[in-house]
């Protein structure tokens, strides 16, 4: 009760959280925190060991340092991941394909989220799969390229900062 009359009394903050009510922001971070975790993560193991050894030994340094991994808790969970070139044989094409596919469910998981938060009611479903699958792979290759320029920018001597904006 106290709190709806906090609410009224300040009219920006009130806004702000019926917002967030109306967006479901709790119960949306939720759904793209469980599919990035349970979809994307093992896309980029797969992905890392498909592309060139140099560039997938970079997406997974990439992958450890934004979880916060340090060398001694990553060299025991290096030992759980297989070799590249058994994790290639032992998915195949295929399973990079269907790895591929059930990633989408994060790119829809976004794009609801989206058409939720800017109150888009007439978003098509019918290109859903297809656009989620052309912003995936977009998002792939700039996560790549993040990690070239990356590497290209720690070459650089001088100040680290341009690293520090485009990581």
Do not use: C, H, N
């Not at 991994?69 to 058994?86: F, N, R, S, Y």
């Not at 994790?87 to 394909?97: K, P, Q, S």
């Amino acid at each position: 009760v106290w709190a709806s009359g906090f609410l009224s009394r300040v009219p920006v903050l009130g806004r702000l959280v019926s917002e967030l009510v109306r967006v479901e922001v709790i119960d949306r971070s939720l759904a793209i925190g469980a599919q990035a975790l349970l979809a994307v993560l093992p896309l980029l193991v797969v992905v890392a060991a498909w592309a060139p050894p140099s560039l997938g030994s970079d997406v997974l340094g990439q992958i450890r340092d934004a979880m916060g991994l340090g060398t001694d808790v990553a060299a025991p969970l290096q030992e759980l991941v297989l070799p590249e070139e058994q994790l290639r044989e032992e998915t195949g094409f295929i399973g990079l394909l269907i790895t591929l596919i059930s990633a989408t469910s994060f790119s829809r998981a976004l794009q609801r989220t989206y058409a939720k938060v800017w109150d888009l009611t007439g978003v098509r479903r019918s290109g859903a799969v297809r656009s989620s699958v052309i912003w995936l792979l977009a998002w792939l290759v700039y996560l790549d390229g993040v990690v070239v320029l990356g590497k290209l920018l720690d070459d650089v001597p001088g100040d680290p900062a341009p690293s520090l904006v485009v990581l």
